[in-house]
T-cell receptor, first 114, second 114 residues
Framework: KQEVTQIPAALSVPEGENLVLNCSFT??????LQWFRQDPGKGLTSLLL?????REQTSGRLNASLDKSSGRSTLYIAASQPGDSATYLC?????????????FGKGITLSVRP | EPEVTQTPSHQVTQMGQEVILRCVPI?????FYWYRQILGQKVEFLVS????????KSEIFDDQFSVERPDGSNFTLKIRSTKLEDSAMYFC????????????FGNGTRLTVT
């Protein structure tokens, strides 16, 4: 059974800092991995999607990497801003097919201090 | 940008009552999902739906749950006889190509069972 872990549960950094959020998963047989952002009381916003054959994806100040064999992904946020404060969730899609379920980590709650 | 829309945003019901949670996925999407998040816990998969039938369901999705796409635009989740432990945020999600594109989530329906 796939398990996704995100440590630490919470992180507080000063504005402008570059930071790395970690995600690990137990079963390397995945279809893809997605990083989401969740604001309090809101839904999940997709940030980056990495297919199992890819190593990284970039969007603006965000860069996500995937090392499938070691069961790890990182989300790099450059020059953090107070508006980046949110919970960041990592989720992996099972390898059974394109329509298989996402298994989520519990998320890392990021606070960026002005 | 097109959005997944969920109604109502908050539903309070008494134990044993039936509830229907409604979702309007993005119009050209073909794959539909329900997830839930109990307060303080991980986002959990409930069910996936494609081509007018259930593709996969979790052990949470027992006989008390059902899904329907009644008119080609709405996608509903019905809980026949609610229990206290059904209290959670329920998220609808959709995607156009399954595993090749990100999952788009709605803002959720907060279900409170008293």
């Amino acid at each position: 059974k796939q398990e996704v872990t995100q440590i630490p549960a919470a992180l507080s950094v000063p504005e402008g800092e570059n930071l790395v959020l970690n995600c690990s998963f137990t079963d390397s047989a995945i279809y893809n991995l997605q990083w989401f952002r969740q604001d309090p009381g809101k839904g999940l916003t997709s940030l980056l999607l990495i297919q199992s054959s890819q190593r990284e994806q970039t969007s603006g100040r965000l860069n996500a990497s995937l090392d499938k064999s070691s069961g790890r992904s990182t989300l790099y946020i450059a020059a953090s801003q107070p508006g980046d404060s949110a919970t960041y969730l990592c989720a992996v899609k099972g390898a059974t097919g394109a329509n298989s379920k996402l298994t989520f980590g519990k998320g890392i709650t990021l606070s960026v201090r002005p | 940008e097109p959005e997944v829309t969920q109604t109502p945003s908050h539903q309070v019901t008494q134990m044993g009552q039936e509830v229907i949670l409604r979702c309007v996925p993005i119009s050209n999407h073909l794959y539909f999902y329900w997830y839930r998040q109990i307060l303080g816990q991980k986002v959990e998969f409930l069910v996936s739906f494609y081509n007018n039938e259930i593709s996969e369901k979790s052990e949470i999705f027992d006989d008390q749950f059902s899904v329907e796409r009644p008119d080609g635009s709405n996608f509903t989740l019905k809980i026949r006889s609610t229990k206290l432990e059904d209290s959670a945020m329920y998220f609808c999600a959709s995607s156009d190509t399954g595993g090749y594109s990100p999952l788009h989530f709605g803002n959720g329906t907060r279900l409170t069972v008293t």
